[in-house]
Nanobody
């Protein structure tokens, strides 16, 4: 069955970089997909960070534009989030999410995707940015 597994979190100083990975099992990313990264800081609501789909759409929340890059390696069935110029406010648990409904790709294209659009979730990886 579909399973997502994140890795790559850790502690980094302000201005540093981290790369998160999410391995997708049970579904080939050579097929249609919508994939996203969300994050949740203590006491805060979960928020979308970036999303990508099999149509080539890529969207980012404003706070990470120019600093984060979302990408997919179809051959390795892996979703990646490259994070640079990290700030303390980026500190959060980061989750990868996947959905394979065609309608979700419409949301990704429009930048209107949200938590409820995604059916499959990883368990999260912690990113901590010290000030």
């Amino acid at each position: 069955q579909v399973h997502l597994a994140e890795s790559g979190g850790g502690l980094v100083e302000t201005g540093g970089s981290l790369t998160l990975s999410c391995v997708v099992s049970g579904y080939s990313l050579f097929s249609e997909y919508s994939l996203a990264w969300f994050r949740q800081a203590p006491g805060k609501e979960r928020e979308g960070v970036a999303a990508v789909d099999s149509d080539g759409d890529r969207t980012y929340r404003d706070a990470v534009k120019g600093r984060f890059t979302i990408s997919v390696d179809n051959a390795e069935n892996t979703l990646t989030l490259q994070m640079t110029s990290l700030r303390p406010e980026d500190t959060a648990m980061y989750y990868c999410a996947a959905d394979f409904k065609s309608f979700t790709r419409v949301h990704v294209m429009a930048g209107s995707w949200q938590e409820g659009d995604f059916h499959f979730w990883g368990q999260g990886t912690q990113v901590s940015v010290s000030s």
